[in-house]
């Protein structure tokens, strides 16, 4: 039987009279590895960016696991086990690949510390923990090499695998990629791929904001579309492809 893990429910957002996003109502199961496709402008990102507080929706609600998280901000839902990348990665660029990890979980420390004595010894001791994992995390998804670059020198798709690591750093249930293989070298958008199927096979769930439509073919199922801010297909990679609307604004343009 399966299960929802994400909701959305007429989520509605408006750039002044332009609405971005008309009234989205998605189910994503638990377990699966979800493709939200849709041309440029189609509110994609957008649908992210109120899936994960970034953006406030105008109306319509997020569930998560069953519990109504909406108008939580983005900490809250990193906390809560949504982690998401972005279409454009944005490291600090003079830290290090490490550093930049280690900063992803930074909002949660010492918030339930009561006092400032026990805080500093809890900051310490957190530190080092967060150290540590950052630096599993960072084996994990092959950048350990690089952990002491700055993060402005490590090329693009590099990037992409450390915005992966700063996400894990926060144990999520469901992942949302944003092109996560724009712009990205093959090989490591196989690392990468071989990365997600692995976390997916640990039960982690993904939705991913892909263009290439041979990556959505081969590792999402099922697919959702979008365009004009509207879901306008919703099914199995294989209907996808035998879509004729679908196969004309993705395939024959
Ligand atoms: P996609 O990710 O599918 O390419 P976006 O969600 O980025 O699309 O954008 C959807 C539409 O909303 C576009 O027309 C875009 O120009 C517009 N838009 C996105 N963000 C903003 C914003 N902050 N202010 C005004 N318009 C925006
Ligand atoms: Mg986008």
Redesign the pocket.
Known sequence: MSEVILSTNGLTKS??A?K??DGVSLEIQTGSITGLI????????????LLTGV?KPDEGGVTLNGQDVSGLSSDKLFACGLGRTF?IPRPFARMSVLENVMLAPIGQIGETVAGPFLKRARMRSEEMHIRERALEVLDFVTLAPLADHPAGKISGGQMKLLELARVLMGNPAVILL??PAAGVNPVLTETLISKIEELNRRGTTFLI?EHDMDFVMRHCDPVIA?AE?KVVFQGTSEEALANPVLLDAYLGA
């Open positions: 750039f002044g332009f971005a996003v849709g041309p440029n402008g189609a509110g994609k990102s957008t649908l992210f960016n953006l279409q944003d092109e904001i979008l801010g």
